[in-house]
């Protein structure tokens, strides 16, 4: 059998503890797969005594990532600290300008230096692998570099976010609202006690930049994906999509529009029948469109010690077999500067709006509607409470820039009582 692949591993949380797990379960088989043994040589984390329920004594130690990354006796960094700045990226860096392969799992870190990483790594004539990085275990990146290669990909989308999808399916199952489902989600450990990152949609939208930038051959261009979270959404939107036939989930969608790229990260309805639509609690689904396969889903666990080290392994066995390809699917100085869409494409919407409750609003609402060409396919009003009159409408296929203008005049009425909100509905 050929020479060991020598590994070392910064960070042993969720993830690195289950890489360790991983390879201490699976060596033979591992080894018999990649022909050469995986070996893990040196480890780092903030705290060497603490108890990660993995055997640690074969290993080194290194309390400095960099030192980690830097020693003459590794192959390959696993960077799996986390953060998209500080010592994540100080060790993939002094990996890289060592000559070793890198594999992550830090979406953060790669929507932001991505791009400088991939070209370190191909002038080193290293790998930089990520598939950890977007939608946990799916093996989404491969399926794009490499089982979709001889495509020309149309559109990529999906639920990438799984305590966004866990909230919305649950408030959807048992009525609960927002706050109190995010509050059992963060008790059962799948959100952090600052949400943010992820009801905002900023993680989903870290792993759809990097999903767009290997679909399109284009830089990642995290700064330009337009992101809205699940915040605003409450159960009554819940329940009015689904008297349409919908669901809504936090979905992220890539296209490529005859004025250039689209990235949103928000809130959209989907089809209550559709893949998208059955998705439930913590699962991630990812689906591609390319111009000779078609369409394709792709579904399995986004996130969690298993999934992730699952991820990560695959990533180090192509490594292991010698498979270096670029990180983004093509070589990163070829990939071009996203030509980022000014309009966006055109969709019908599902809009609530609280309104006074008084002769001649709704009158108004529709006139502004339609002197912006917005044109109305139904309109529900419920609950009124004699002070506010709740409204939802759902529009034709309108451009956004034209809804856009509506909903500002609309919003400045002072019959208006709260910021409407608009919600895609997204076609599949
Ligand atoms: N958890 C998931 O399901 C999942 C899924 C996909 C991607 N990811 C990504 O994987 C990465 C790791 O996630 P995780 O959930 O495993 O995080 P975690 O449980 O918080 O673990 C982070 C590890 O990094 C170590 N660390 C942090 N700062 C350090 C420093 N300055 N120097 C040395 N070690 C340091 C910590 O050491 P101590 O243990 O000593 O504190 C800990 O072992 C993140 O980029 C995350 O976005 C995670």
Redesign the pocket.
Known sequence: MSKPLRIAI?????????IVKMVQTHGELLARRAGRPLEIVAV?????G?D?GVGLSGYAWE???VALAKRDDVDLLV?????ED???KACVEAALASGKHVV??????LALHGQAMAEQAEAAGVALRFE??VA?GIPIVKALTEGLAGNSISRVMGVMNGTCNYILTKMDATGESYGDVLKEAQALGYAEADPTVDVGGI?AAHKLSLLAATAFGTRVAFDKVEIEGIERITLQDIHNAADMGYKIKLLGVAQQNEDGLEQRMQPCLVPTASPLGQLEGVSNMVVVEGDFIGQTVYQGP????G??AS?ILGDIMDIARGLVIPAFGQPAKGLAQPNISSTGSDAAYYLRFSLTDEAGVLAKLAAILGDHSVSVNRMHQYGHDGKTAPLVIVTHQTPRASLDAALAEISALNASLAEPVALRIESL
């Not at 780092?44 to 060497?48: E, F, T, Y």
């Not at 992550?104 to 870190?109: F, G, H, L």
């Not at 986004?302 to 010690?305: H, I, P, S």
């Open positions: 910064a960070g042993l949380g969720t993830v690195g503890a289950g780092s984390a903030r705290s060497k603490k990660r309390d400095d990532p960077e799996v600290m986390g953060g500080g010592p994540a992550t799992a830090n979406k953060a870190m950890a990085a946990g993680d986004g996130a969690g010690e999934p992730t991820a």
